[in-house]
């Protein structure tokens, strides 16, 4: 009787543990893979072979799971329902932190990490629709301050190629610290989401520059650095100029050249996010005869807003720089705290001396796509309405 | 004295395995990745810290290495000079075949690969210069046929946006087995291929279609699949009609609706690599109305040419197709045999009966990428200049 009870419970135990049928590969893996799969109650199916390895772990942002092994080498693990939209995740194997081989890759934390996007049933904002369609274009540029080729990427609105009188105002969208300019492109899905706006008559036709911000002199040390936070310590942004000084010299002068661009500051805004907040806010604030509309998408760097030092003290007379600005936004998402506090207090400091800003909180999102997006998504239709 | 001469020799040995002071890390890695790191005899050095793992191999397109390791559990390993060009390679951690953290990622067999670029002392036509630059354009088109949308990259020539009155002539470009859109943008480098032919007048503006040819209508079975060669069988590449009819119903209108294209079959040619040699072949000989220009670039599907069968007979009455046909472009890398004797069986075949064709022999190269860059810039100059 003990044996036929435990060979039931273990039956129900596999039971339990059983890939529910409705399981979906996710849509970020690559062709014929079948795994990572996404159950209807967002959480995820993890499985790798290898016979060999003694531990495999799968992380998804900051968390591990252990994988178990099968008779066959096959680990896999199901792990708990996840928030919707973009993840970065790896998997280790005995110690080395490696892309899952069933993913697609997508560039952040300075190399090509594994990613999935985990299904939105209450926004499809970013879903292609049946609208017309702009392009990203591959825009190479040669920088005369980094002596180098450059590339960014070029998000033309639907109506470029046809409606050719026209000239469009310009938006130029930073990512994060450790990506590039296909941020912006793959993970940020600005085409689908300009697109959808654009369709909807909520945001004017624009030209969208993804560029990217890190920049160097011959002989500079490399700004490619990941920020380190030591516990007790404070993570403070520091911005090097030379990115400021491509901008000015190359990027926008390139432009203005090669597409039907508005040129004047009132129809120029700039925006980032994470690390590209504080570029955004370093190149804009410095350069208020060229940009009037400004966005911080989660940017740390918002802590240390200070109304008499930040930008040569440009928020201390209120009056002149509502005038001046046409848009100040700054958002956070609701679950990533260092960040909601940061952005709180520039808020806080700002209203102190009646400086005008839109806040946007991007509710349960971390510091991760979906907020983003939701920031370009919010931040794209406030644009040149001046 | 044995024990001195024992010393002796292994300083040596050290010495002889050293890392030359003059290797530069692949223009392949991600930012600050130090490693792989490339010799000026093109020999190249892997190194990974893994100081779990039991055993560390690189693969370099088919060839195996035991990767070292120190006593910090770094592993290390020095592989013969490599042929310059593109080549796929991966690492095997305990087993399990991954990508090297310090590589960017290339789409190839269907899963995001580790790449290496070999420097290439002898040819810079691949190589960005300071000429006028076109763009690559994410072009978004619906299909009816696989009732999906779908993206191709375009290239459009460095005057399409200035020389608005003119209409350019499209050449549609394809991938190989396991590969997608992605391929001729990134590993195939065709920008600045292109950008740099048109430059010194060798090749006439083109709009230049990079489609993904993997399609399949709701229901159809996956085309995704590699095709299997087992010891003594010989390997048929077959070719869904599927995409023909993607291409006919879908692409070939929405570019002709979207791009200032030329429409006529004088201004349309055809070529792809690999198994995209043979979706090019069967789409182009299938569609005679529409394309005039036909290229094979390492084709398999060459050995199975027969003047009789292949295509409906259209090679059987030499002067018609002669006529219809501007160019029939059959090349291969003298390095990939069974490709070269691919090519070489169609050529002789042709010849018999008198089709006109333009044989081009990469010389050294395999089954890779710099074959089909050098196929690209040989081709491309020989279009339409009927």
Redesign the interface.
Known sequence: MNRLLCVALLACAACLAQTPDDAKPASTN????QYPRIHSDLSVTFQ????????VQVQVVGDKYDMTRAEDGTWSVTIPPQVPGFHYYT?I???????D?????F?GS???SSGIEIPNNAEDFYQ?K?VP?G??????Y?STVAQT?RRAFIYTPPDY?TN?KARYPVFLLLHGGGE?ERGW?IQGKT?IIMDNLIAEKKAVPMIVVIDNM?AQKPGEN?P??MPVVTPGSVLRITVPPTYGEVVMKDLLPALDK??RTLTDRDHRAIAGLSMGAAYAMQVGMSNLAAFSYFGSFSGTVMRDLNIETSYGGVFKNAAEFNKKCHLLFIAAGTAEQSRMDAANHARGELAKVGVKFVPFDSNGTAHEWLTWRRDLHQFAPLLFRN
Do not use: C
């Not at 790798?48 to 531990?55: F, G, Y």
């Not at 081989?101 to 890759?105: C, L, N, Y």
């Open positions: 690559v062709a014929n893979a790798l072979k290898a016979p060999d390895a003694r531990k998997l194997i005995d110690g080395v932190q490696v892309v081989p069933a993913s697609e890759t560039y300075f190399w090509e292609i049946d369609h392009e990203i274009r591959q825009f190479r040669y080729w190629d050719l590039d492109f085409d890190y490399s490619m650095t090669h597409y």
